[in-house]
């Protein structure tokens, strides 16, 4: 498996510091050199943005509260000590808040219905290949509701669109799949991984290292990936600005969320091979395995297992799952319950579940395997609630022989993407 490039540890993403004073310190001076060598987006005053839940606008020294929320749930993340500390105390807060509301580069992401803040985002460095560093922390109660892609998705466009930049970066601990999704979702891809200490000790006091990530997002494939037509008007403001002459036009590059349904699974075994975030490959995905199974015919024993009941779907499967909170990624096929896996192959027992199901049309190259948080979207408006302990939820990426086919000559197939609900499955 090809690995990306091994550079120095990248700097945390979040750049926050172990208490106020020391705050202030760092970006005072960090707002000194970037006021002065940095102007394209540190000099324009800052918009307020709107999004279908999210009002983005500047900090207000009456946020602490919500800031003081957010540094306690990054500091009981298990990878808190992948950056510096935060402090968590109420003149801290305060003076956090003070402090971020003096600044164009702070952004805070508050929910329209409840008023709170729930994500902290922060423009930090421009360099100059006009690759802006954009960091965010979230509150983690919050993480199952998609805040952080749809604020991030509305800032990239802005970025794009106000700010003079020709692509995003961002930096953070590789094994931190939660974080790292819905950047994965708004497009970008690994381009180094790195190995160092972590920033402080663990809570029993031990040392040791992390693998680190730097992820990137240039500004074509941002605008080629996502639609205008149902973006706020930030996002339409930046699907609109000039760039590189394509062969399609931009309709025919959509993913389109189709046949929004529910399917009724009796108890299943998933057969196949389990890989973890360490498996992943130069693209942060696990596009290299799938390759490996189809080169060595490690299908072929799966096609040969009894066939499932009528009813059920059948196909390749990508199978996700937070098992004791690492996250997992499968490659194999759902069998019957009682099905013996093939030597070198294991198996997860399922229970008999509710999953809703979308078909996503297009093609490969324009995203189609980075649609989950729509997909999670239109069930969501079905009124098809998701299950708050991530050990009983799962996903599934389902490649059906019939749909997943180019049968127009486009390129463009149908991917089911599967999501485990909670509804009363039939006995």
Known sequence: MSEPAKKANPTPESHSPKDVPEILRMAGEQRAETIGVRPPYISIAPHTLETDRLILRKFRAKDWKDLQEIAVSNEASPFANCDHAWATDKKSAKDIARYFAQGEQFWAAEVKASGKVVCFVNFNSMNDEKALD???VMNGAFLGDAYDYEA???LYAYAFAECGAESIVAGWALADEAKLRPLRQLGMVITETS????????PDGSTGDFEGCILQLKKEDFLESHS???????????????????????RERMIEVQNVHLEQLPPLRFIGKRYTNADRDKGGGYGAHWKEWHDKGWFAPLEALPELPAGVET???GFMRCNNGNFEYWIGTFDLPTTAPPEGYEFIDLPASTVGVCWLYGREKDGLYGQHDRCAEALKAQGWAFFDDPQESFAFERYNGERFKDRDGTGRVILDYGIRVKQEVAK
């Open 134 to 136: 954009i960091g965010h």
């Open 152 to 154: 991030l998705r509305a």
């Open 195 to 202: 190995v160092g200490p972590k920033f402080r000790p663990d």
């Open 228 to 250: 205008p037509k149902d973006m706020p008007e930030i996002l339409r403001m930046a699907a609109s600005m000039p760039t590189t002459p394509r062969k399609l036009k931009r």
């Open 315 to 317: 196909g390749y499967v």
